[in-house]
């Protein structure tokens, strides 16, 4: 029997420190449609995006009401990949890789980046909402840019855990 767990077993460790090369980079919430999320692939390989998703949580929700599929789409070595809302004033930018129209998120939505079922990143804590924004008296999510500090090598994968938008 517990042969029969050893491939689950190496599965999960191998899908595991593939999912940790990516995680989210950068969190844009500025007025109107002026949304963004950057991602980061800090691996000297590229990472295929196929099985990704970022999905968007609103106002304390437990169900996303937005999911953005990343399939088909690939991170360079050590490179960004940038999503924004089709209607941003950046949006045609070169440096966005991808636009989606669907509604998004603000100050007080959570924010899950997924491999499959697994959660390689958040923003937020999912469940809660928190008011008009997340905020740590530091740092806020209503109408800011937040990027994460150097040194930072994987994302948060406790989506429901307590949010701190300067910890990170």
Do not use: C
């Amino acid at each position: 029997m517990k042969l029969r767990m050893l491939p689950a077993i190496i599965a999960s460790i191998i899908s595991s420190s593939v999912s940790a090369n990516v995680f989210i980079s950068e969190y844009i919430e500025g007025s109107g449609n002026n949304k963004a999320i950057e991602l980061y692939n800090n691996s000297g390989q590229a990472q295929n995006l196929d099985g990704y998703a970022l999905k968007f949580y609103f106002n304390g929700s437990t169900s996303a009401g937005t999911t953005i599929d990343l399939s088909g789409h690939t991170i360079e070595p050590n490179s960004t990949f940038v999503i924004s809302h089709a209607d941003a004033v950046f949006a045609d930018m070169p440096y966005i890789n991808l636009t989606n129209s669907a509604s998004w998120f603000n100050g007080d939505d959570a924010i899950i980046l997924e491999n499959g079922e697994q959660v390689i990143d958040s923003i937020g804590q999912l469940g809660v909402d928190p008011g008009s924004q997340w905020s740590d008296g530091v740092a806020s999510t209503q109408n800011n840019t937040l990027r994460r500090a150097d040194g930072i090598q994987a994302g948060d994968t406790v989506a429901d855990d307590a949010f701190y938008p300067s910890v990170e």
